[in-house]
């Protein structure tokens, strides 16, 4: 069977034995996790490990998340296609890239610089050309082009800072792990006006969100 072939029947595999018997419904997610090249996000030599059930090493010290954690965190935000999304946190690039297929314009934004090139080279290479990846501390969020419908953390935040809060449209939603290194929950968050609903969903396992309003090496190494 040809590459492609193969890593097509791995997508659809990940799909019909992750995401589905975990209650992931929403038909536009699962056709954009059936359709982006997860292998070519992930380094070589974990390249045969890109569809299984786990995160894994995209170096700098960080992950890419678990399959069913991006499809559950990405239908947290409810996208229904003209939204303008925030992720924090480009790591590899797949979970903008899966915001891509789902969104109107999405901006991203890493701290380690060769991670954010990696991430921007994969993306212009498969032709995504409504994700913007920036270089920077995301905790601060990207004020110079909010409002956003939608933002996503993905690191482990201490809490979530109000300049974050205030880059939501209304109406927007944003989906975070808060908590530290012995374990996280992920947050919804929701704005109506100048009010802010939070709703608790589940226990999860992140890297630490750095910067200005994330954890300092200090607190977690
Ligand atoms: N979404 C990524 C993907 O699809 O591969 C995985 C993200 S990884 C779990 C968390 C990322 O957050 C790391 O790449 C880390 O460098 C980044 N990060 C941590 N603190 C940050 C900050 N203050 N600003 C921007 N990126 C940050």
Do not use: C
Request: proline share 8%; charged share 20%.
């Amino acid at each position: 069977m040809p590459e492609t072939n193969f890593f097509t029947a791995e997508r659809q595999r990940m799909v019909d034995e992750q995401l589905i018997p975990r209650h992931i419904r929403d038909p536009r997610l699962l056709d954009a996790m059936r359709t982006v090249p997860r292998h070519l996000f992930v380094p070589p030599k974990v390249r045969h490990l890109a569809y299984a059930d786990g995160p894994l090493p995209i170096g700098q010290s960080q992950t890419i998340s678990q399959p069913y954690i991006v499809a559950y965190m990405t239908e947290l935000l409810d996208l229904q296609g003209d939204e303008k999304v925030l992720e924090i946190g480009t790591g590899s690039g797949y979970q903008a890239a899966i915001l891509a297929e789902l969104a109107r314009e999405v901006y991203t934004i890493e701290q380690h610089p060769p991670l954010a090139r990696r991430a921007a080279r994969t993306l212009e290479l498969l032709g995504y050309r409504n994700v913007h990846v920036l270089t920077g501390d995301g905790s601060r969020g990207l004020p110079e082009h909010a409002p956003y419908d939608a933002i996503i953390v993905t690191a482990a935040a201490p809490h979530i800072p109000q300049t974050l809060l205030d880059q939501l449209a209304d109406g927007g939603r944003l989906v975070a792990p808060v908590g530290g290194e012995q374990g996280q929950i992920l947050q919804r968050w929701q704005r109506e006006g100048q009010s802010f609903l939070a709703e608790n969903l589940a226990p999860v396992a992140f890297v630490p969100l750095r910067g200005q309003f994330g954890w300092q090496t200090k607190e977690w190494s």
